[in-house]
């Protein structure tokens, strides 16, 4: 069920950066966890960057460890995927999810609600 608004993908070049943002949308439960996953083209879907908003922690993919940043803005309600040093590898549709369960995070593929995606595209 699409409930939350991706923004900010697009094109750039090998080595440049986006920031993608996550708004609300119609999803208006209390959220615990927040995260981002990609599709990439003939890829399965791979779950990149989680944060746990009640434990204030953030977990990353190793494919993206220490390129991407996972941060939230409490006062604008926006969650943000800082993306640097992008590859071509790294093109693909990138999706914000939310999940409320309490506790610890599962899986950011399992979260319920997310989005429509945006595309970022990485050229060489």
């Known amino acids: 069920d699409v409930q939350l608004v991706e923004s900010g993908g697009g094109s750039v070049q090998t080595g440049g950066s986006l920031r993608l943002s996550c708004a609300a949308g119609r999803y208006t439960y209390k959220r615990n966890c927040m995260g981002w996953f990609r599709q990439r083209p003939g890829k399965d879907r791979e779950g990149l960057a989680v944060l746990w908003i009640g434990g204030a922690t953030t977990t990353y993919a190793d494919s993206v460890k220490g ?32 999940d409320q369960l309490y506790g610890t995070c599962r899986d950011v593929l399992d979260f319920p609600a997310r989005g429509q995606g945006t595309l970022v595209t990485v050229s060489s």
């Open 67 to 98: 390129r991407f940043t996972i941060t939230r803005d409490k006062a604008k309600d926006l969650v943000y995927l800082q993306m640097n040093g992008l590859q071509p590898e790294d093109t693909g549709m990138y999706y914000c999810a939310a």
